[in-house]
């Protein structure tokens, strides 16, 4: 039960010293007096609460004595199975404190709420005793039980420390499930002792695996995987923690990785490399084989072995259906049993994926389109991510959901436009994510009895490309937006976001630099008037700026006079955190002068070269690139500007590039000199003459998918 809508109890909310007790408890009330935790303070606790102990003296360092739990001067940790799942109470005397759970997750959530009334050194370990905090009594629980986080370690390889750091910075943020995604057509990363091929090879691409490069790291052979024995530490240490992790391993699509290594388990139709470069691109196991079966057994036995989650996620998004209906064993079988849409194959999947996880004592968790026909049974989770719309049908049709619509609880989406990340749900900060409001967003009473929580999603493809360059980059994207998620999951939005960004900033800032997030701050506002800049920032961080391409940082402490203004990019920071660059919209501003493009490697006929040439959207090659293969963009007039940029690929998904290759430029439309090196499939160029034509030149054979993706010109105009 949500204990927020009691009755507040009498008596004004205490001010508590130091003045940070945030999130204020669904009940709280002043008592009187301090209570000073000394060197000599007594951890007291019930036996199933060891482990608790253990870990709250990682932060206060007082000494345990498990048997006199009536103690002056002592921490006393128990049970009150009366309070409810996850409920806590924390009563402040002068010379005890008192955390009782209902449960052990309670118990650790009252731990929390005790950690939230220190100084933040608190969370770096490094309180220093004694420590007085103002006496208080409060009550409180979670809005949800499942308020989730999910990782994407199958695009991106976070090693088993990197892992257990995140669960951490989970744990203190009231998240109690990793949703680890162990499985996709890039990378396997769980150990199955029955197959060590699945992660000998799979777990690595690019080099001489099977298993091809994409997603950055051309050139060297990437990945890496989880051992069960190290799966089985990470489990502990996460319990501890309380945080579950629920496996996901993503079925029947999204598995080009165990299909590179095991080829047998595709549908049975001559493979598609002709067009492809010799990448055979399909990713779904074929329904039909029923040798399928008995390896997915293998898969799933162990990890319902391992994991001590009720559910395991087994996927169900984005089947690529063609590869069925193109093969003669799963078109037999739809006739078979008289099925006329491939959905019902996807059906028939899920509940064979269903009978193995109940066969050993699980259940399954799916993404929302695993339900769209409604016919899987109704004691699987689904996992609603493609919209709002999704969730709302995944309720109504009776389906236990987990929230998580990517325009809202994408974290790799990015955060305004100018910053890194994706944008094809959303472009969103943390502000969007606290505002996500069940009524608004049209759930009944009825359909909100479905809801069993919240989850944020960090999907890794475009992460990987920025390792090791920009190692803040995991954190940045998901810290706040965790912050903002794990409230509403755990007490909803009513205090509306003012007062949450108050709160956020004079007192969660400094608990996330203790905690070594590096985490992102909202951007400064920066004004250009007369002749000068004007920066400000509201929530008390150092402002800096950069002046053209320099690197060199200049600290803001008065208005910049300059007669440049595209030059200056503003940005702030406090402690770890920083904030995104500012600059004056007319450096961003591009023009679109009228271009043909034309390339050697064919136009594909659904993304078309004059896609690009219209600055509509992407353009696809037919074919991927070999040597000496071109891309052309012809201008109607020579064009005079300060910048132009030329990518290939997609900056938000980076493997359609022109893997290695350069650029030349042409002032009159028929002599080229050479301009540069590709990095990364694009280039700038700063040409100081009005450019006729630009080519762009292959030098690779192959760059491991079946096309190149053309981007309009990006040109920016001379000031
Ligand atoms: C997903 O984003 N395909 C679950
Ligand atoms: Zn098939």
Partial sequence: ????????????????????????????????????????TMLCYETPLAPLADYLREYINVPK???????????????????????????????????????????FNGVQALFRLLPPEVYAGQLKLPAEIACTKAED????PYRGMMLDVARTWIDAAGIKRYINLLSHHGINK?????????????????????????????????VR????????????????????????????RNVEIIPEIDLPGHSRNIASVHPEIRCNYPPDTVSTNGYDYRSAWCVAREANYALLSDILGEVCALFPSEYIHVGGDEVDMTQWKSCPDCRALMQRRGMTDPHQLEDLFMERMAAILAANGKRPGVWNE????????????????????????????????????????????????????????????ARKTYGFDFAAQGFSAGQMRHVVGLEGTFFSEAYVSHEPEKPDYLDYMCFPRICALSRIAWSGNDEGWEAYY???????????????????????????????????ADDGSEIYYLVGDSPEEHRYTRPVKTDKPHLYRFFTRYKSGRSPLVADKSYYRTITPAVTITTSMGESKQFPCTNASGYKGLSRTRRACRQQDWVLYMFEQPVKCREMYLQTGNRQLPKTIITTGYAEVSYDGTTFERAGDLEKGSITLKPERPV?????????????????TIQPPQVKPVL
């Fill in 1 to 40: 039960m949500k204990l927020r809508h009691l009755i507040l109890l009498t008596g004004a909310l205490c001010t508590l010293s130091p003045a940070v007790a945030q999130p204020s408890p669904a009940r709280q009330e002043p008592c009187p007096g301090t209570c000073r935790i000394t060197p000599q």
């Fill in 65 to 107: 004595a498990s048997d006199s739990m009536s103690a002056d001067e002592a921490i006393v940790l128990s049970l009150d199975p009366a309070l409810g799942s996850e409920a806590y109470s924390l009563h402040i005397r002068p010379h005890r404190i008192e955390i009782a759970g209902g449960d052990y997750g309670g118990a």
């Fill in 141 to 144: 629980a979670p809005r949800f």
């Fill in 178 to 210: 990793l949703h680890l995604h162990l499985s996709d057509d890039e990378g396997w990363r769980i150990e199955i002792k029955s197959h060590p091929e699945l992660t000998e090879i799979g777990g690595f691409r690019g080099g001489d695996s099977p």
């Fill in 213 to 240: 490069p994409v997603y950055g790291k051309w050139d060297e052979k990437y990945g890496g995987y989880y051992t069960q024995q190290q799966m089985g530490e990470i489990i502990r240490y996460a319990a501890v």
């Fill in 370 to 429: 695993a339900v769209r026909t409604g016919s899987l049974a109704h004691d699987c989770r689904v996992y609603g991510w493609e919209s709002v719309k999704a969730c709302l049908d995944a309720t109504a049709k009776g389906y236990q959901t987990v929230v998580m619509p990517g325009q809202y609880f994408y974290f790799d989406m990015r955060q305004t436009p100018h910053e890194d990340g994706h944008d094809w749900a959303a472009i969103f900060d």
């Fill in 502 to 536: 108050k709160e956020l900033v004079s007192a969660h800032y400094d608990r996330m630099a203790a905690m070594g997030i590096r985490f992102r701050l909202f951007p400064p506002k920066v004004n250009y008037r007369e002749g000068a800049f004007t920066a400000t």
């Fill in 692 to 708: 006729q034509a630009v080519r762009i030149v292959s030098t690779c054979d192959d760059n491991g998918t079946p096309y190149v």
